[in-house]
């Protein structure tokens, strides 16, 4: 499917505005532009990588209640999410951020 036939689709016409206030943040441009901060980029990583971990936890309980169909989609989820956090655990720079992941944690919810 195409960039334009998507537009057109079902999903993206029924969402209406939800779908453009939910593409086209501030952050996404940011991103999409290289002016996103290192230290906000940084920080986002160590979400996504915390988010993903879990995930990973939540579908491996889901996979073990789910019916026998439904449990494929959720293993071929659990092992895109393992390819995720191989990458994360791979990259040098990410496991410098990951060092400070604590210190984040802590002074997100300290304030």
Known sequence: MSLPQFEESALVVGAGGLWREATEAEFLSAIRDGKLPREAFQRWLVQDYSFAKGLTAFQAIAVSRAP????????????????????????????????HERDFWKMTWEG
């Open 68 to 99: 026998r169909p439904a449990q494929k989609v959720l293993i071929g989820g659990l092992s895109a999410l393992d390819a995720e956090l191989d990458w994360f655990e791979q990259k040098e720079q990410f496991n410098e951020v990951l060092r």
